[in-house]
């Protein structure tokens, strides 16, 4: 049974903005540090810190919680299958906020452009 549907979108020049301006305190308050280097790896950094940064708003939006202290952006982090997947893992505050909810799974899928970075996520009970 699906209990919750969140979507984000975010430009990702806001994004870039706030690493040159607030590097690296902005990079480890949102992200963890496997995030940080796998976005650091590709040929565009902002653009999968901004697609990131939209998934961990749309969960937060798809729970009922938004970024705060039940759930906040280290609760959450978003890596890759080996066919590129993106999936979500939930640690911290997140995981036991994930068992609270009884949740299945939460799906989440992103997409970008040259401007924007967009991410929506389905959870599952």
Known sequence: MIIGTGLDIIEIKRIKNSIE??????????????????????????????????????????????????????????????TGKPVLKMIGKGKELFQRLKL???????????THAIAHAIAEQ
């Open 104 to 114: 299945k799974s939460i799906h989440i899928t992103i997409s970008h452009d040259r």
């Open 21 to 82: 301006k607030y590097s690296p305190k902005f990079e480890q308050r949102v992200f963890t540090s496997n995030e940080i280097s796998y976005c650091k790896s590709q040929g565009n950094p902002a653009k999968h810190y901004a697609a990131r940064f939209a998934v961990k708003e749309a969960v937060s939006k798809c729970l009922g919680t938004g970024i705060t202290g039940t759930l906040g952006f280290q609760d959450m982090e978003i890596a890759h299958e080996d």
